[in-house]
């Protein structure tokens, strides 16, 4: 195995794994465990096959895929329509494959209930005109964690995901996603509510072909020693004209030792093509808190409103009600806690 | 009812407010002129207790009570409401989830029964209609993609629902054309009340004209310089602020 990517490495900048874990616990980590919360509808679940997909991941994917050999695939079979509901109940190495293949669809929800250190690398293939929506909740917990995701989509297919993060001691999210078809979509968003924990976003958006779009919005709110992280690459390639692609990324830090890094970046190699990024870290905003207050609203229940407001729009583009729902108690949990 | 004794007040150490003088009685309505740069927002904040603006020296007495060292949300429960020059848009928080919130808030801090979702939208819908407020502005984002009108429209709402003792309304006539602002003062004048009490801070004596004050007083350089009736407001408008400072030196 390689040395643990350190902050010496460009894109581990804000998210020095040889800091939060040590070397003998990652040689020594099991293989992970999986558990099946729910499924229905046209979701087949099997072990994994001998030769599965291997799309482009990050610097950790290397160890999972070498030392994982076990792990869930799901598929949903041309034109089904499923949803599953994935726990990862136990740390260590791990890995998974999602097919969903031409004109499916799939909701997956992922729970991350371990609470040792994990390192999982995922790949996910949609086939043209497939759908797949994807919740990762990610609870606050104590140890390194770190999920890389390669996500290729084919024509027409769409794949769009949200990340709740509540932090650890580190928590890496990697996406290589790339839009491999006319009219491929990836829509992004998150959000992390950080008191004295850390959350990583890093994504890598390849518009491999003309006319495919990606959307990407996270909200980060950190108090505390918090730390959140939002690297987004979008390279669009020679050709891909038409590509349409826009990041938003936005913080607001609550205590003076809280750090938000946010790091939108594009490279765009085609010509007529649409972009757009923006980042901005700050305070809650002073006259929106005195409008409250004057109000008759207590300081903490008006920081409260105004934490809630910014998060809005990214918990909102979860389109399942059920799931929006518990992520939105989720928040408002961690929105009370923070200091 | 108010009684602002000798009060001094700065903000980020610069002082504004230098020694003012003001008694309001219950039922009355006070109108406070001045020139650009004279502490009339300085007076609306200190009134209201915006952090940042800070007494001095000197007193604000509030139905016997001492205000200094009260929060906003404190003074907001015991009846103050000032109405502001540039109410907030706030995204995400829809105009009736923050009536609401801000209006339970208020009487739990009184102890009072809070009122339910349907008990609120009644209560709202009630007092929107003289206001010409819409359902739909409602369940927009608070004052968010709202016209300049329709925000002062929302604040005297609020001032409705809130039914407060003292209200202080900031520049309400800025940036109204002469619909919104008649839309605006019937509004005001209907809220007022025997046990409520009024500050009118205005630079125009336009507003005068519909919102009708019982004494006028007139800031400069963080000082009451001269008071009267009704009729100084058009002594204002007929000579200008210069002359009257100039007067009064």
Known sequence: ?339 | MLEIKDLHAAVDGKEILKGLTLSVGAGEVHAIMGPNGSGKSTLSYVLAGREGYEITSGTIRYNGEDLAGMSPDQRAARGIFLAMQYPVEIPGVTTLTFLKTALNAQRRARGEKEVDAVGVLRLVREKAKALQISEEMLKRALNVGFSGGEKKRLEILQMALFEPKLAILDETDSGLDIDALKLVADGVNALRRPDRAMLVITHYQRLLDYIVPDRVHVLSAGRIIKEGGKELAHELEAKGYAQIVKDAA
Request: net charge negative; glycine share 10%.
């Open chain 1, 1 to 339: 195995m390689n040395a643990l990517p350190n902050r010496r490495v460009e894109d581990w900048k804000y998210s020095d794994l040889r800091n939060a874990v040590d070397e003998v616990t990652v040689v020594a980590a099991p293989v992970a465990a999986w558990s099946v919360l729910s499924a229905d509808g046209g979701v087949e679940i099997a072990d994994l096959p001998e030769i599965a997909p291997r799309g482009t991941h990050g610097a950790m994917a290397e160890t999972a895929l070498a030392r994982a050999k076990a792990g869930p695939y799901v598929r949903v079979p041309r034109g089904e329509a499923g949803a599953i509901h994935l726990a990862l109940t136990e740390g260590g190495h791990g890995r998974a494959v999602i097919v969903v293949e031409e004109g499916a669809s799939l909701f997956l929800r992922e729970t991350v209930s371990a609470r040792d250190f994990a390192n999982v690398a995922a790949d996910i293939v949609l086939g043209a005109h497939a759908r797949l929506t994807h919740l990762r909740f990610a609870p606050a917990n104590a140890v390194a964690q770190v999920a890389d995701y390669a996500v290729r989509v084919a024509g027409g297919a769409s794949y769009i995901a949200h990340f709740a993060n509540f932090g650890g001691r580190l928590s890496r999210t990697e996406l290589h996603i790339a839009l491999e078809g006319e009219g491929a979509q990836a829509h992004l968003s998150g959000v992390a509510v950080l008191e004295g924990s850390h959350a990583d976003v890093t994504t890598h958006v390849t518009h491999s072909v003309a006319d495919t779009t990606s959307t990407q919005l996270f909200k980060y709110v950190a108090g505390g020693h918090g730390r959140g992280v939002y690297q987004g690459k979008v390279t669009v390639a020679p050709g891909a004209d038409g590509s349409d692609s826009r990041q938003t990324a936005k913080g607001i830090l609550l205590h003076d030792r809280a750090e938000i890094n946010l790091k939108p970046e594009l490279e765009i190699l085609a010509d007529d093509v649409k972009c757009a990024h923006g980042a901005a870290v700050g305070d809650l905003d002073a006259d929106s808190l005195f409008y409250l207050r004057s109000r008759g609203i207590p300081q903490t229940e008006a920081r409260a409103l105004l934490m809630r407001a910014f998060l809005g729009d990214a918990v909102e583009a979860i389109a399942d009600e059920a799931a929006r729902a518990d992520v939105w108690r989720a928040v408002e949990a961690a929105l009370e806690s923070l200091s």
